[in-house]
Structures are given as C-alpha cells and as structure tokens.
C-alpha cells in the first residue's frame, strides 16, 4: 500500500474509533486509541533505530498496531500485539488486513500478564498501552526477554500519572537505561539501553 493510501486508511481507523468511543458509557468497551502524533512518533522512532522484534501490550483496534506494524515492515521486523478483548482483536485482524500488514503482526488474545509470561522474546521495542496498573509485572517478567539494545515505551504518562507512577517507578529501578517523558500526545515514556552500556 502506498504511503498517502496508509494515511487515509489510518485516519480512517482513528476517526471510527473516536466516533465509537463518543457512544460508549463503559471504558472498558472503548477503543482509546493512540492520539495520531504519538503514533507516527513510535513509527519514526522504530524506523531510524531499526528496531525489529516488537510488542504491543494493548492491541485495541489495531490503529497504533499498524502504525507499528508499518515500520517493521520497513525493518523487516514482526510486531506480536496482546489484547484480552476477543472483539478489538477482531477489528484488529480485519485493520491489518486491510493494510496489508496482517503478515507482520502476530495478534494474541488473552490476559497480557500471562502471555508475556510464554513469550520467549528476545524483544527490542516494546510498547506499553493498555492496563497501567499491570505493566510493572508485565515489565519485570519482560526483563531477561530484552534484547542488549532494547527502547521501552509506555503512553498515558501525562494523562494517568497515578496509574501508571508503578511502572516510573519500576523502570527507574533498572540499570543503565536513560528515561524521558515526552510530552506528545497523551505523555509518552522512552526508555532506552544501548547495547554498549
């Protein structure tokens, strides 16, 4: 797919999850989608470190997932994205393969603590957006997974503080990564370690 026809189609994805969210009393049943500058800079970023082993803890509808998906199929990558919601992964599936990206992306229903769990990595990009109050555990299963030069990213920084200080404080916690807020978006955490150290 040419790159203005991608942009249609993700400006698409995003304007129905906007308009579905608008319906929904319930938060859980929203899509909450990655706001668009945030995800093209995920892209940027996974483009020119050229990342290529990345996951995706919160798949929803699959916007920021085919974002994603998009730069590592310029990496030559693969992209494995969780969700726990049988019905977003769904809407994910078809997203993606409208895309043409569905190759790139292998999607896994289930509690996202409990995957990571079997994962066996290594990854070097991983993306934190969906439960705050579980991605410490998450990241603390994740450890011996991470690739020696590995990016961290978690959203909702700046939106969620209370929510996601948990997870501040456990990447804080780990050696020779150097952190920054970011304040795009809804607040984006980058963490970074090199594999030179």
Same mark, same amino acid.
């Given at each position: 797919m040419k790159d203005a026809d991608m942009r249609v189609l993700l400006a698409?994805? =995003?304007e129905t999850g906007q308009q579905y969210d608008a319906q929904q009393q319930e938060r859980s049943k929203k899509m909450l989608n990655l706001e668009?500058?945030?995800a093209q800079f995920l892209n940027i970023l996974i483009r020119?470190?050229?990342r290529t082993q990345l996951l995706e803890i %919160?798949?929803?509808n699959g916007y920021s997932t085919i974002w994603l998906a998009w730069a590592a199929a310029v990496t030559g990558g693969q992209v494995i994205?969780?969700?726990h919601d049988a019905h977003?992964?769904?809407l994910a599936d078809a997203n993606l393969r409208r895309a043409g990206l569905r190759k790139v992306v292998d999607l896994i229903c289930g509690d996202a603590t409990e995957v990571v769990a %079997?994962?066996?990595g290594p990854f070097d990009c991983i993306f934190f957006d969906a439960?705050? =109050?579980s991605a410490p555990a998450q990241l603390a299963l994740l450890i011996s997974k991470l690739a020696p030069d590995v990016l961290l990213l978690a959203d909702n920084v700046l939106s969620h503080p209370n929510e996601i200080a948990g997870y501040l404080n456990a990447l804080e916690a780990l050696p020779r990564f150097d952190r920054v807020i970011v304040p795009i978006g809804k607040g984006l955490s980058v963490a970074y370690r090199s594999a030179a150290g």
């Open positions: 698409e994805v =995003y668009p500058e945030t020119s470190s050229r %919160g798949t929803s994205s969780i969700d977003k992964q769904a %079997g994962l066996p439960d705050r =109050y």
